[in-house]
C-alpha cells in the first residue's frame, strides 16, 4: 500500500492505520480492507507507469531499428514516438483479440502464426502514422522478431 493511500484512510476516516490493521474490522463495516486500496490507488499508478515503460522501451527500440534495417524509416523523432504509441496501445488492445481469435490455428502451426500476428500488428501500427514506413508485410514480420529480442533486453535493463 502506498504511503499516499494510508495518510488518505487516515484523514478519511479520522483514525491511524495502525489502529485500522490493529483492530481487524469485522466484515460488511463501511471501512475499506487493505485490499481494496491494493487495488485502487496504486495498482492504477502501476498500469500507467508500466504503459509508459512500454511505450518508452517501444520508442527506443524502434529507434535502434531504424538505424539497424534499411526496410523500416521514419520522418522525424515525433514518427518514432507516436509509432510506438500506437503499437504499444495496440499491443494491449488489438493483439489480445487476435490471439484468442486465431487460437485454433496457432495451436496447428504449434505457435508459429503468432509470428504473424505479431507482423499484423507492427504493419498496423505503422501504417497509422504517416511518417513512418515499412517496406512489406514479410519485411514487417521479421522486424517484429527483432523488436522482440530488443524490447526483452531492454525491458529486463529498465525494469526495477
Request: glycine share 4%.
Amino acid at each position: 500500500m502506498c504511503e499516499n493511500e494510508k495518510k488518505h484512510i487516515a484523514q478519511k476516516y479520522r483514525i491511524s492505520y495502525i489502529q485500522h490493521v490493529t483492530e481487524r474490522k469485522e466484515v460488511g463495516s463501511d471501512f475499506p480492507s487493505e485490499r481494496t486500496f491494493q487495488t485502487g490507488l496504486c495498482f492504477r499508478k502501476n498500469k500507467m507507469r508500466k504503459f509508459i515503460e512500454r511505450w518508452f522501451v517501444n520508442a527506443l527500440s524502434l529507434w535502434i531499428i531504424d538505424y539497424l534495417a534499411d526496410a523500416v524509416s521514419f520522418a522525424d523523432r515525433w514518427a518514432v514516438i507516436f509509432t510506438a504509441l500506437a503499437l504499444t496501445v495496440l499491443n494491449a488492445t488489438v493483439k489480445p483479440i487476435l490471439k484468442a481469435i486465431s487460437l485454433p490455428v496457432t495451436i496447428l502451426t504449434l505457435g508459429l502464426f503468432s509470428l504473424l500476428i505479431n507482423g499484423a500488428v507492427l504493419w498496423l501500427a505503422f501504417s497509422m502514422n504517416e511518417g513512418s514506413a515499412i517496406a512489406s508485410y514479410g519485411d514487417a514480420v521479421w522486424i517484429s522478431i527483432v523488436l522482440a529480442i530488443i524490447n526483452s533486453i531492454l525491458g529486463s535493463i529498465f525494469k526495477d
